[in-house]
């Protein structure tokens, strides 16, 4: 092997190994209280009350790692109130902090923007970002819900024939293990086939941590794991379930058929904590083995000593019986002391 062949097949290496470890590139569109604490995005974030100023912030990166990529270009934003009026709203550059892909901390170009809650119902915040680097130009939805009872906007069409993820869901109220159905749409009309990718954010030190979890557990393709995929059918209909709390992006790609740049629709998911939550029993599943061990051994006290009890002279009519009920109680208690 001479070499330029060398050369070439570490290069290929090299490519192989950077992009192999690499999640999907997402427009993050987070509610927060300050640039100090944007990171820290909660399903609560996404609620607010009538006559709240909602700063929101726009970044681009990949959610799951928690790595982080300067925009490129200014994106466009606007929200739809739940009347159905739109108001265009003016981004500001900033710089957040982050990761890079190598694991070294940097700052990156971000925007954010306000606007005032002033109806009860759900806004949707529509934020178009392209990126010249991935050749991809997304429109991507996040719902603000503001109000008891008042569940309507949530569904509307607002990318304007663009494409677009219109839920069938619900997106707010929703437990960790429902499932998100949705429509994919392009151009006003369905997508067929296509694409639907689905990630979970992660915070910094849970992304580092749960990646090389990953990377040690399914070394032979870490980023199957990062970036779910689904596809839709023949009416542009997808689902899938979304199994932890936290804020999930679900993204639908149009890909260009004429070397142009891929059109996505990317809404964003809300999930909470399973409500109500199971009682804590203090216990582990070889604490219940012993209750169970030691309930068996009750019951079968019990019915050694009916069995006794039974053969007895002395014994009167249904003793044996008292002393095996007796027996089977002590038992169930035992195991409902260590439920």
Not at 159 to 186: D, L
Not at 212 to 224: C, H, L, N
Request: hydrophobic share 40%; proline share 5%.
């Amino acid at each position: 092997m001479n070499k330029n062949t060398l050369l070439t097949a570490f290069a290929t290496l090299l490519l192989i190994a950077c992009t192999g470890i690499a999640g999907a590139h997402f427009t993050m569109v987070f509610p927060s209280d300050s640039e100090a604490t944007v990171w820290d995005v909660t399903p609560e974030d996404y609620i607010a009350e009538q006559g709240e100023t909602k700063t929101v912030y726009v970044m681009w990166g990949h959610p799951y790692e928690h790595i982080s990529f300067d925009m490129t270009s200014a994106p466009e934003i606007s929200v739809t109130n739940p009347d159905g009026t739109v108001e265009q709203l003016t981004p500001e550059q900033i710089t957040v902090p982050g990761q890079h892909e190598d694991g070294s901390p940097g700052d990156f170009v971000a925007y954010k923007t306000t606007f005032t809650v002033d109806q009860d119902g759900d806004s949707i915040v529509l934020v178009k970002y392209e990126d010249d680097g991935e050749n991809l130009i997304d429109y991507c939805k996040a719902v603000i819900h503001c109000g008891e009872e008042t569940w309507y906007g949530w569904d509307s069409e607002v990318a304007a024939e663009q494409t677009e993820v219109i839920p069938y869901v619900r997106p707010y109220g929703m437990e960790e293990g429902f499932v998100f159905s949705g429509n994919a749409k392009y151009g006003g009309q369905v997508l067929p086939a296509a694409t639907v990718e689905v990630e979970q954010y992660h915070t910094l030190d849970v992304g580092k941590e749960i990646v090389e979890i990953a990377e040690g557990k399914f070394s032979y393709d870490p980023p199957m794991v990062f970036t779910r995929q689904v596809k839709t059918n023949q009416n542009g209909d997808f689902s899938y379930t979304l199994d932890e709390p936290g804020i999930w992006f679900v993204c639908a790609a149009k890909e260009s058929d004429t070397g142009g740049r891929t059109i996505r629709g990317v809404f964003i998911v809300p999930v909470l904590e399973e409500f109500p939550e199971e009682e804590s029993s203090g216990s582990s599943s070889a604490e219940l083995q012993q209750a169970i061990t030691e309930a068996k051994q009750a019951a079968a006290d019990a019915k050694a000593a009916a069995e006794h009890a039974a053969t007895s002279a002395t014994s009167s009519p249904g003793f044996g019986a008292i002393f095996a009920a007796v027996g089977l109680l002590a038992a169930l208690a035992i195991l409902m002391r260590r439920k």
